[in-house]
Each structure stands twice: as structure tokens, then as C-alpha cells.
């Protein structure tokens, strides 16, 4: 296990690999320390070119740690193209829960690998925003930078 923790226009991200995948990615308050790992100076390189807006999916794998329920949840959030959105109801129902909802959110909001798992490309059925662990400001942030204009 290692750790880095790299600057980003949405804040100071902490990146954690275990077993060259990437179990956690988050933003935090503590300052950067550049990574010396190779896999983690991949990783961060490929965050760098994806809010320069050079790259529209990451190569690398993910390995987070939560329920099942909440990793089918993050699974389907993988298949959100870079540029478009889904509604929490939408994931519900492609999960075959169409009444789930809340419990998709719940999940979403307990996404441990934010940008690869992209929480940020889910909104409400009525077109808003909705919630965002580092902050809905953010995830405005995010999706702007990915020219969806919410």
C-alpha cells in the first residue's frame, strides 16, 4: 500500500493504491506529497490530463471496498460517458431496483474513488444538481469542465 496526495483545480486529492489498483481517491486537506511509485505517478498523471481536458477515461483499475449493493452501484456509474449524465432513478432502474433510488444515492454518496467512479455525472430527475460529498460547487466544477452545463 501507498499514498499520495496531488494538487487539482477541485482541491488536494489523496490517492491510496493497494495491489496496483487504486482503493481510494478523495479529496482532502493535508498537502501534497508528490508520488514516488510508479503505478501512483501514472495515476497522477492521468488526473492531470483529464482536468487539462486531454483525457476522457482512465486507464487505471479500481478496487473499492463497500457492499454489493454499492459496488453494482459504483459499477454502473463506470459506464457514464465522459459529457453526459444519468438520474439516480436511471441507475435504479438499469440496476433492476426501479424504487431504489434513495439507496442509489446512498450508495453514490459513499463512493470512495471519486473521477473514476464518476458520482459527479449523477443528477436529480428534475435535472438539478443533487448531492456531492466534496461539495455540489465541485461537482458543478467537474461537470463544466466535461461541457455539461447544469
Known sequence: MSFCIVDSPIGNL????????????NITLERG???????LKQVAHEI??????ERETF??????A?????KKVWSELQKIPLGQVKSYKEIAIELGAPNSARAVGTAIGK??????IPCHRVITSQRKLGGFSAGVDKKRSLLNLEKVYI
Open 14 to 25: 489523496f490517492i491510496k493504491e493497494t495491489d496496483s489498483t487504486i482503493s481510494l481517491l
Open 59 to 64: 486507464s487505471f483499475k479500481v478496487s473499492p
Open 111 to 116: 463512493n470512495p474513488i471519486l473521477l473514476r
Open 66 to 70: 463497500g457492499t454489493e449493493f454499492q
Open 33 to 39: 506529497s508528490e508520488p514516488t511509485a510508479p503505478f
Open 48 to 53: 492531470s490530463e483529464y482536468f487539462r481536458g
